[in-house]
């Protein structure tokens, strides 16, 4: 059996756009109904919401069926997490609060097998096809993606130096840590924030390393990829859902009073 293409890390190291959403419902249900919606990627997130390393398995084997990628944030950059969430099929993670290269190289040598890294080794596991994948040991950093959140003007900062580590495959900033960083928490519209993370896309773009983000719309989505942006999750489910929910509320009720 030959090892999985990771199609999301093909694409964004080719410059192709990839538009995703953010999966904080924690759902393997919600999952299954999003995979044929079709988006290419979508974020599985363990950082702020209560998934756990079952839940995350069942929306990887959600998405199997379809053509969308599972991106997952684990909870920290921590490799004994990462071990568990790559041993279980995950290809692409996203690491939440890199500052500096030092760390940057300790979330990749966590994807890695010795002699180039500290990933533990396990031969049969979802990863490899319950052993059916014969050169996985030897092949399944090619298909491993590393991205890195940016969320402090440190980081921001130390973009050079992250972007030049060996096995970093994406920047991602986090705009509403960025914001509470900068003094102006909660202030995800401000033109001095987007300011700054405009200079953080030079920087990720001068180095060769494609950027993205999350944003809460459509409109917003298109704007940053116009920005320079190559992959951005333009909303999650649960803001879908609760937006649609209290919008057929409101409408319903304006038309009792």
């Given at each position: ?7 999301f ?13 953010w ?7 919600a ?16 950082e ?32 004994v ?64 993606c ?35 960083d900068?003094?102006i ?29 999350l ?7 298109l ?14 489910d ?20």
């Open positions: 059996m030959e090892l999985k293409i990771n199609t890390k093909k694409a964004i190291s080719t410059g192709h756009k990839q538009v995703g959403i999966n904080s419902l924690c759902s393997n249900i999952s299954d109904a999003l995979a044929s919606s079709a988006y290419d990627w979508a974020l599985l997130d363990m702020h919401s209560p998934n756990d390393f079952r839940t995350v398995l069942s929306q990887l084997q959600a998405y199997e069926n379809g053509t969308t990628s599972a991106v997952v944030r684990p909870v920290w950059n921590d490799p997490i990462v071990k568990s969430l790559l041993d279980m099929g995950a290809q692409s993670l996203l690491f939440p609060m890199v500052q500096n290269a030092d760390e940057a190289r300790k979330a990749v040598a966590a994807t890695r097998y010795p002699p180039d890294g500290m990933r533990g080794v396990s031969a049969s596991q979802r990863g490899n096809r319950y052993g059916r994948v014969k050169d996985y040991l030897h092949k399944a950093h090619e298909e491993i590393v991205l890195v959140q940016i969320e402090t003007l440190e980081a921001l900062g130390n973009i050079p130096e992250i972007a030049n580590v060996d096995g970093v495959d994406g920047i991602f900033f986090g705009p509403a840590d960025l914001a509470a900068m003094g928490m909660g202030q995800l519209a401000s033109d001095e924030l987007w300011a700054m993370i405009d200079k953080g896309i030079e920087a990720g773009t001068a180095a060769g390393v494609p950027v993205g983000t944003v809460g719309s459509s409109h917003k989505a704007e940053v990829l116009e920005r320079g942006m190559t992959y951005v999750a333009c909303s999650s649960l803001n879908l859902m609760v937006i649609a929910a209290d919008a057929q509320l409101a409408a319903i009720r304006s038309k009792l009073d």
